[in-house]
């Protein structure tokens, strides 16, 4: 009985856990029995998806490997010739670089060139042209012959010339050379840096001013008598001028003598700072934009900084070998420094036209076009019925102005080499011929080389626009002399067709022609609207005039603007 009731209470006291393992066994029948109670596609199915669960977690553990990747990384490819477009023209970038330093330097040799025939000019042809106009104002009047004009607008422009070079030159020996010199070698390195970049831009600035107050001068020497005079004069200007080219000159002179401190310095740290500047310049105008036109503006003060900068090494040179009594040994001590200044110079214009031409997409051949506007500057002055001098027109092209340092140099040299007894000026007699030589041979080079790029840039008709606007003047002005007889003098055929006949103003022999136009606008016009018409022509005709001029002396390639 007592085991009855003993075992009575273990099993109540066990009831919730057997109830829960109860329980449980029934869910264990009731999940078994689901199972079995599913059609065998489930079945089949469900074991699809555990099977396909597995091998996406092993493909997943064996793609995540370290040993795949880096397998991945050495083996995988790819297909530049889907992006053929760009990868072209990233490669002709390339190209156009490594065609930029040559075609550069045909631009900047046949420019050095063009200067040094404008600068020659002042030595050799410029003399020889005064003494002609003298001899022509003294004879004229002695002779008793009646002309109009004493003297041509060249010829006063080349009498001009001369005096402001004597007198000029005259004023220069007022300045010491020595006591300057002596001046700027006692400043310290950063001054003399800092002198230096404020003579750069002064130099500049003085050069694109200079020519306008010289421009001004001769058309104010020039200009018909019969014209409303609307200037202050020729004596001003003149004053003008003469003070232009002097200070002109003593700003070259201290250029060249702080050179000369830089090449004399004992550790050579000015001039390298010096050298330096130049790669300051390749920060100031890479990364900017440039059109064709402002590149061509740039090469041309490129082309001018550096036949400057040769002709400043040439009067350092000089200076130096006169402090050594000429020894030629001292000549080879200055050699490597020259040497790293105008390399350093043709690095820097190298470097800085290829990476602007680069990152503005500007081609190779375009220095071709800009060769061909030099040349056709050359050509058009060399014709009858040019309007201006070579030198002048190189030097509203380029901004280079020889007569200041034509002054300077003719200094230097007089002031360095000292000429006595006859066989020392004979020398100086058989250099001048050897001057006179190499001008006339530079010349016709040139001249040949012009006309040989004008004929590849395709650019002959532009010199005989106005030889062919000419014509039909010629045929007006026999026209109106059948019918009425001219007041002045009738002009000579024979000497009009000689090439070495003075150009003819167009205003003081040919009456003006009459405008025709090809529309039949004016027929069919009343006479109320006529007038208003014909001033609205004209004006639209003045304006498309001053723009083209405009365009003309700024960035443009014989009259068309480079676009």
């Not at 053929?84 to 040799?109: D, G, H, N, Q, S």
């Not at 009594?325 to 470097?351: K, Q, R, T, Y």
Request: glycine share 4%; proline share 4%; hydrophobic share 40%.
């Amino acid at each position: 009985m007592a085991d009855v009731t003993s075992s009575g209470l273990e099993g109540d006291k066990n009831d919730p856990e057997s109830r829960k393992d109860e329980k449980k066994k029934k869910n264990l029948d009731l999940t078994g029995d689901a199972f079995t109670r599913l059609p065998s596609a489930t079945t089949e199915t469900l074991g699809f998806y555990e099977k396909r669960d597995r091998e996406s977690r092993s493909s997943l553990s064996s793609d995540l490997s370290l040993w795949r990747f880096i397998s991945a990384e050495l083996t995988r490819g790819y297909f530049l010739e889907h992006n053929e477009a760009k990868y072209t023209e990233r490669r002709e970038k390339v190209y156009t670089c490594l065609r930029i330093p040559k075609e550069l330097e045909k631009l900047m040799f046949f420019g050095y060139f063009l200067c040094l025939d404008a600068f020659l000019y002042v030595f050799t042809l410029l003399p020889l042209r005064v003494l002609l106009a003298l001899l022509r104002f003294i004879t004229l009047p002695c002779c008793g012959l009646s002309v109009r004009r004493l003297l041509q607008p060249a010829q006063v422009c080349d009498v001009l010339k001369g005096v402001i070079m004597v007198i000029c030159y005259f004023m220069m020996h007022y300045v010491d050379y020595s006591m300057m010199y002596h001046l700027i070698r006692g400043q310290s390195v950063i001054k003399l840096y800092i002198i230096y970049n404020m003579l750069e831009v002064a130099d500049r600035l003085f050069s694109s001013f200079g020519q306008d107050i010289l421009d001004a001068l001769y058309w104010t020497a020039t200009e018909p008598k019969e014209r409303k005079t609307a200037h202050i004069g020729v004596i001003p200007h003149f004053f003008m001028a003469v003070f232009y080219v002097f200070f002109h000159a003593i700003l070259i002179m201290v250029q060249a003598t702080t050179l000369n401190v830089a090449f004399n310095s004992h550790n050579k740290s000015l001039l390298t700072i010096m050298m330096s500047n130049n790669f300051v310049e390749i920060k100031g105008s890479v990364f900017k934009k440039f059109e064709k036109n402002n590149l061509f503006q740039m090469s041309n003060s490129d082309i001018k900084e550096r036949f400057t900068n040769y002709v400043l090494l040439l009067i350092v040179c000089l200076r130096n070998m006169e402090q050594f009594s000429w020894n030629p040994d001292h000549f080879w001590v200055l050699f490597p420094d020259v040497c790293m200044v105008i390399g350093s110079e043709i690095a820097v214009d190298v470097v800085k036209h290829a990476f602007i031409t680069k990152f503005n997409d500007i081609t190779a051949d375009v220095y071709s076009e800009y060769r061909a506007s030099l040349a056709f500057d050359l050509v058009s002055s060399r014709q009858k019925n040019a309007c201006t001098d070579y030198s002048d027109s190189v030097a509203r092209r380029m901004g280079f102005i020889p007569l200041p340092l034509a002054v300077l140099l003719i200094r230097v040299i007089t002031s360095s080499v000292k000429v006595q007894g006859s066989m020392a000026y004979a020398c100086v007699f058989l250099f001048y011929l050897g001057l006179i030589t190499l001008k006339v041979l530079n010349s016709i080079v040139l001249l040949g080389k012009s006309c040989k790029y004008v004929k590849e840039a395709k650019m002959e008709e532009k010199l005989f626009q106005t030889a062919s606007a000419s014509a039909p003047a010629k045929t007006f002005y026999k026209s109106v002399s059948k019918t009425s007889p001219p007041k002045g003098p009738a002009p000579d055929e024979s000497t009009s067709d000689s090439v070495t006949s003075q150009p003819v103003r167009m205003s003081e022999s040919l009456p003006p022609l009459l405008v025709q136009s090809s529309s039949t606008q004016f027929l069919t016009t009343p006479d109320g609207e006529e007038k208003d018409v014909t001033q609205e022509s004209s004006e639209l005709k003045h304006r498309s005039t001053k723009k083209d001029l405009l365009d003309i002396d700024r960035f443009t390639i014989c009259g068309n603007r480079i676009d």
